[in-house]
């Protein structure tokens, strides 16, 4: 089975901190994505990636950034904090030919 | 530019069948994925077209028309376990998601 797991299921931080989202995948795939869900809005694409260091804008990638430094793993940081970014933020891999596979989701609460 | 359309919210007798449908409009399509999520979890795979026609996987069928922009999923003989939110996700050189559709399934 696909296996991706999202570092933390809560997360609460302070307005201006920096904040490290972290997303691991065991199936060797190329590309992974983080979305962000809101309430009537849907899921939405932050980041996307389709090989290490390779990274493409999403939908709405103002006030976060990604890093992927190896193949099974694919960051959010956020530079600095702000409470409009309280979301569940949903992490997902695929290959070529297949769905893509969630994270558990990670519900961040900025105060 | 990219839309994904589809109800916002629907209601269904257990027993029943419901039809949820979804149009899109984007600047490439390589295929159309249909994904159901309950409540504070993570969606999960439900059904992948790619060419047009009906895909049946159980209880669950998954209809494409790539000519029209337009998908729907049919979900029969409807459980309690069936309420959910189900979404359309439209694949081209990335995965863009409608907002999803939440069922509301009554006994």
């Known amino acids: 089975d696909v296996k991706v797991t999202q570092s933390s299921r809560y997360l609460v931080k302070r307005t201006g901190e920096k904040v490290f989202l972290e997303c691991v995948q065991d199936m060797d795939h190329e590309n992974m994505f983080w979305y962000r869900q809101d309430p009537g809005l849907g899921l939405r694409l932050i980041y996307f990636?389709?090989?290490?260091?390779?990274?493409e804008k999403g939908d709405i990638p103002e006030g976060y950034s990604v890093s992927r430094e190896k193949k099974e793993r694919f960051s959010l940081i956020l530079e600095s904090a702000s409470t409009n970014q309280t979301s569940m933020y949903l992490c997902?891999?695929?290959?070529?030919?297949?769905?893509?596979?969630f994270g558990q989701g990670t519900r961040l609460t900025v105060v | 530019g990219q839309n994904i359309d589809q109800p916002t919210e629907m209601t269904a007798t257990e027993g029943a069948i419901v039809q949820i449908n979804c149009t899109y409009q984007t600047s490439g399509f390589n295929g159309l994925f249909w994904y159901q999520q309950h409540a504070g979890e993570a969606p999960t795979f439900l059904s992948y077209n790619v060419l047009d026609g009906l895909e049946e996987k159980g209880r669950f069928s998954s209809f494409l028309s790539r000519s029209k922009g337009y998908s729907y999923l049919l979900l029969k003989e409807l459980q309690m376990k069936d309420s959910a939110s189900y979404l359309c996700?439209?694949?081209?050189?990335?995965?863009?998601f409608g907002k999803g559709t939440r069922l509301h399934i009554l006994p």
């Open positions: 997902a891999s695929r290959t070529t030919g297949t769905e893509a596979f």
């Open positions: 996700a439209v694949r081209d050189d990335k995965i863009i």
């Open positions: 990636s389709y090989d290490v260091k390779m990274k």
